[in-house]
């Protein structure tokens, strides 16, 4: 294990030290006087789900999001995979691991959650993909010079004769040794800097003179002996220091002795302080750092360069590979937005790709035949209401929900056939629900929209008048109690259903989205998104959170809801009442909630509201 360390002589952290080393290497290399050539390997399927894998479905999306907001990739620009053939998966694992994989129970130890045999094809079919993805990275940094990245793969835990943590194949064994076969004899450096142990790869490649397997990781996975290997186990905790020290340290007198044609990076972000299945504290720069070390050292000496995900658990793993490679293509650190904005640019992306006809079909392929809707008014018995929000066909939701991964973020958790419902004859409004394994089993969504002209003066809105998500399979931890009216615990999927209203907006040109929220508790957990409309309403909400500052919010919502919380003027009760919210959309709906006026406003009626908490809340009347 290697220790912290700083320059002989000097203050200059680790971190510095290796700035300046960069810095220097940038300095002679070649590719400082151009950016490298950067194509990207990846298919839509690539979203699909692993269930009980803390993986984020949609980490490969968001990270291609970003990069073409920014203007440094187009579609076009990105390479479609095709899956490994079989008998390149036989290059890496044996004929009889590979029969056993046609046993459910065999995908349930590798993942380490219950596979049922319906999914067992989907999930071999998914890492068979990403296998071919590395296979076409490797192909692509061959043939160019430079890099070559896979949006997926780096199972490098899989062995010859097992798969497991998450990994059924290694797509590194089976790309390096696809090209033996082919007759490349060049030397393969795999720089793996994912937080686990490199394992599988190592053993493949034991007796191997010509492949170095080089990993830092948090504990050692199995036998470290090979002839060409490093392989350090840091353990628990580490810190930018130690990591970025070590790795300076160590991986640069590897490349200069060991002088390899071809450099595997298994870019791992699971490394991150906060990752769900981490033990180390790397900060974002911390990462950034390291792969510029190891881009640099590759391109600077002109060696072709494959990047692989590798880990990242959770849904802000995307954001290092993001910056990591926003860098490689601008030559500059540019910083991802979060996960709401993030969200938004996703579905207005989509959106601008689908065909406008698609949501407004009834069939998935119009024929420009007379349709349902043609037909008012003209046939008895044909419903008064076709269209959702007058505009959408059923085809048309759910394509939307399909195509923004709405229904993969559901699969992801559990839910494996959701499928939609609409009830368009609502007096109160059109019903749109979400129900896994047909109408009446499990309801996991349900919203009551309509179009109004009346909620907001001379503005057109989408009222919510009612939204539930709901996960029916799972129950409160003792430590979150339900909320005032919940049944069951959240589905986490708020930022993706609020994205899918905003783009409706926009594509109905309405200028906002407007709620009623029924409890204070709605207010706080949609605050992220929606602004009261009304200047009076959000001072007594900023008044009412530093009243209940420092509570669990199921107490203070029912301090609110039970008149526990009082105005120390008045000496009365202060009542929630109807506050509306809105999300705008258009500019004039934003200065209108956001504006200077608005937020004076704010300003002098707070400055006049002081709540206390009563005695049913802990406090003192």
């Given at each position: 294990m290697f220790s912290p360390w700083r320059a002989p002589?000097?203050?200059?952290?680790?971190?510095?030290?290796?700035?300046?080393?960069?810095?220097?290497?940038?300095?002679?290399?070649?590719?400082?006087?151009?950016?490298?050539?950067?194509?990207?390997?990846?298919?839509?399927?690539?979203?699909r789900h692993l269930w009980g894998v803390p993986l984020d479905p949609l980490r490969a999306d968001r990270i291609l999001a970003f990069l073409t907001e920014e203007g440094l990739i187009t579609h076009e620009e990105i390479s479609t995979p095709r899956p490994a053939a079989m008998k390149n998966l036989l290059l890496a694992h044996t004929p009889e691991y590979v029969e056993t994989l046609q046993r459910a129970s065999t995908l349930t130890s590798i993942l380490g959650t219950p596979v049922a045999e319906e999914e067992r094809e989907a999930i071999l079919d998914l890492q068979r993909l990403m296998v071919g993805g590395t296979i076409q990275a490797t192909r692509i940094a061959l043939a160019s010079g430079n890099v070559g990245i896979n949006l997926g793969g780096g199972f490098h835990h899989a062995a010859a004769d097992r798969g497991m943590g998450f990994c059924v194949f290694n797509d590194v064994v089976v790309a390096i040794r696809r090209l033996r076969q082919r007759g490349w004899q060049g030397r393969v450096l795999v720089v793996d800097l994912d937080l686990h142990d490199g394992n599988g790869t190592r053993a493949a490649f034991s007796g191997d003179a010509t492949v170095h397997t080089y990993s830092i990781h948090n504990?050692?996975?199995?036998?470290?002996?090979?002839?060409?290997?490093?392989?350090?186990?840091?353990?628990?905790?580490?810190?930018?220091?130690?990591y970025l020290g070590t790795l300076l340290k160590t991986l640069p007198p590897v490349v200069e002795r060991f002088s390899p044609n071809l450099i595997i990076y298994i870019a791992g972000c699971d490394v991150a302080a906060g990752d769900a299945l981490g033990n180390w504290r790397i900060t974002a720069d911390g990462i950034l750092a390291r792969d510029r070390l190891v881009a640099e050292m590759a391109l600077g000496r002109r060696i072709p360069l494959v990047v692989l995900l590798g880990g990242g658990y959770g849904d802000e793993a995307w954001r290092h590979s993001a910056r990591f490679f926003a860098w490689l293509l601008a030559g500059r650190a540019i910083e991802p937005p979060d996960n709401e904005e993030l969200t938004l640019l996703r579905f207005r992306q989509i959106k601008a790709r689908l065909d406008p006809l698609a949501l407004t079909s009834t069939t998935a392929d119009s024929d420009w035949g007379l349709t349902e809707e043609d037909?008012?008014?003209?046939?008895?018995?044909?419903?008064?209401?076709?269209?959702?929000?007058?505009?959408?066909?059923?085809?048309?939701?759910?394509?939307?929900?399909?195509?923004?991964?709405?229904?993969?973020?559901?699969?992801?958790?559990?839910?494996?056939?959701?499928?939609?419902?609409?009830e368009l004859d609502h007096p109160l409004g059109q019903t749109l629900r979400v129900w896994n394994g047909g109408v009446g089993a499990e309801l996991l969504l349900e919203v009551r929209l309509n179009r109004s002209v009346r909620a907001v003066p001379e503005m057109e809105v989408l009222v919510v008048e009612w939204l539930l998500l709901q996960n029916p399979r799972a129950s409160f931890p003792a430590h979150r109690p339900p909320l005032p009216g919940q049944q069951h615990p959240g589905l986490g999927i708020l930022t993706e259903i609020f994205g899918w209203?905003?783009?409706?907006?926009?594509?109905?040109?309405?200028?906002?989205?407007?709620?009623?929220?029924?409890?204070?508790?709605?207010?706080?957990?949609?605050?992220?998104?929606?602004?009261?409309?009304?200047?009076?309403?959000?001072?007594?909400?900023?008044?009412?959170?530093?009243?209940?500052?420092?509570?669990?919010?199921?107490?203070?919502?029912?301090?609110?809801?039970?008149?526990?919380?009082?105005?120390?003027?008045?000496?009365?009760?202060?009542?929630?009442?109807?506050?509306?919210?809105?999300?705008?959309?258009?500019?004039?709906?934003?200065?209108?909630?956001?504006?200077?006026?608005?937020?004076?406003?704010?300003?002098?009626?707070?400055?006049?509201?002081?709540?206390?908490?009563?005695?049913?809340?802990?406090?003192?009347?």
């Open positions: 002589g000097s203050g200059a952290s680790l971190v510095q030290r290796g700035v300046r080393l960069v810095r220097r290497q940038v300095r002679r290399a070649a590719f400082a006087l151009r950016p490298p050539r950067v194509r990207f390997v990846y298919d839509p399927a690539y979203d504990d050692h996975w199995g036998e470290t002996a090979a002839v060409e290997s490093t392989s350090i186990a840091l353990g628990a905790g580490v810190a930018d220091e130690a037909l008012v008014g003209i046939l008895p018995g044909v419903p008064r209401q076709t269209r959702f929000l007058n505009y959408y066909s059923r085809v048309g939701v759910e394509l939307m929900l399909e195509r923004f991964g709405i229904f993969n973020l559901l699969r992801a958790r559990g839910f494996s056939s959701p499928s939609l419902q609409l209203l905003v783009v409706m907006c926009e594509s109905l040109s309405l200028d906002g989205i407007f709620v009623h929220p029924s409890h204070y508790h709605i207010a706080v957990l949609s605050r992220k998104h929606l602004r009261f409309l009304h200047p009076a309403h959000e001072a007594l909400f900023r008044a009412l959170t530093v009243a209940l500052a420092g509570m669990p919010l199921a107490i203070a919502s029912r301090a609110v809801d039970t008149l526990a919380v009082w105005d120390r003027d008045t000496d009365q009760p202060v009542r929630w009442g109807v506050h509306p919210m809105v999300l705008p959309v258009s500019e004039r709906l934003r200065q209108l909630v956001e504006g200077e006026d608005y937020l004076a406003a704010v300003e002098a009626a707070v400055r006049h509201l002081e709540y206390r908490p009563g005695k049913a809340t802990g406090g003192v009347h």
